[in-house]
């Protein structure tokens, strides 16, 4: 009918003023960082204490939320920790390998399907998975080692699985990770199943990982072969350049400040970045918090066990994210009524949860989100990290005002606890990991009210807004 064709041209008409760029907030050429100066720490040592119960012990280690090595740990005592020094003991164990990843490259860079939201977040590169018999991975493994001491442009070979959904479960008969599971610290915890967090690393010399952070505290022990891990306090999140949080590969670093430094160099934010590196031999046992930055490399094949434990800071994230989402921000609303709304929304969260000020708000944006996550994929995956400012000027309900207030209170009064709940650690590794925190939360907020496409192209604009 006419009222019906009349109805579609009005439609597109809209649509077309929605999806209009707005130049103003493309912003210039990408900002060019000088490399940051890499300056190596010692990593502190410490003799485990036998003189209290081995679950104290872990959950002492674990309060200072320090980075350590430790030595005469329980695990030396494992079965598992003699019986597997010699890899080959393995293949009467484990006759198959079942999904063993087979990649080329210099690291192994983790993606996880559930979070592509983006079409070309998953990238699709040469990856295969596959089963094969221990012995022929085990033999392919030792080829690599006895052929070159880079293989970093051959085939790589790496395993890894939950011990209790694996090859490996009949580990938990030659060792006992319970001294590993700590305890729940507050009224922050959830429950959280330790034995599905219990992993097994095999991999050949020269896998990477790259720069990533966990959210739960992490006992790595070593029983086969070396292993070099470094590592990075929470503090220097700006210059990690962190993917965002709606691609695979969120979590983790877009470049590499020790391997292959070359390639994809990342916009530092930090004149200088303290470091700790290690190289674990069997029998050693790393405890590093959560949020910590580790980049790890095989150096030789390599068998190792993890266990991920409780960590206030995994409870603080899932914490902020149930909350009450404003109703105008799950309906099918015009965009600029959603970008208002969250404008509103964020404006107040932060200036309960981070600053008082506006401007140094839009500073917390741009050096935490804009600039790190985004400055090297925005033309590929965020439409140049462009969208129309004045969409933020739209009036707001009063209904939706109140909406708003309430979910912002919410999330502000988690991170309020959090800061209370984390006095005696170390300042600039709790101001780091509550950073990392606002930035993960504001991301998927944005991300899920108006599209991951748009998250830097409304943040671009909201710095914008706050510093006019």
Known sequence: TAAGVLFAVAVAVVAAVWLRPDRSAEGNNPTVFPRPHLLP??????????SVPPSVESEQIAADRLSVLLSGAPSLQWQASTRYRNLTALTSK?????????????????????????????????????????AAFLSLIGQAEAASSDQ?????????????????????????TSFFQLRK????????????????????PNVSAQFHYDTFNNFYVQLSGKKQFWLISPQYHRSMCLFPMSHASFRQSQAQLFLDASENPCPSQDDTIPFQTVVLHPGDVLY??????????SLTPSFSINVFSYSTEAAVSEAMRQHVVPAVLQQRVALPIKAAALAELLALFLQHGYSADN????????????????????DTLYHGCRMDCSYLRFAVSQHTSRQIQRASRHASNVIRAFEEQSQGKPHDFVNGVREILLAGFIEDYV??????????????????????
């Open 185 to 204: 610290e507050n009224a922050l915890s959830g429950d959280f199943n330790t034995a599905d967090h219990t992993n097994v690393w095999l991999g050949a």
């Open 447 to 468: 991300s899920a009210a108006l599209g991951p496409a748009n998250a830097c192209g409304f943040l671009t604009c909201l710095v914008k807004e706050w510093t006019a």
């Open 152 to 176: 970093s442009v051959g085939e790589q070979l790496y395993y890894t699985s939950p011990m209790s959904k694996s090859d490996f479960e009949f580990l938990w008969k030659e060792t006992d």
């Open 94 to 134: 484990v006759p198959m390998l079942h999904r063993v990843q087979k990649f080329r490259g210099a690291s192994f860079l983790y993606q996880d399907p559930a979070r592509a939201h983006l079409p070309g977040s998953l990238q699709r590169d040469d990856r295969s998975v596959q089963n094969m018999s221990t």
């Open 288 to 297: 590093m918090p959560a949020f910590v930055f580790h980049q790890v490399k």
């Open 359 to 378: 401007k140094t708000n839009a500073a917390f944006l741009k050096s935490s989100i804009v600039l790190p996550r985004y400055q090297l994929l925005r």
């Open 41 to 50: 720490q010692a990593l502190p040592q410490r003799p485990w204490n036998h």
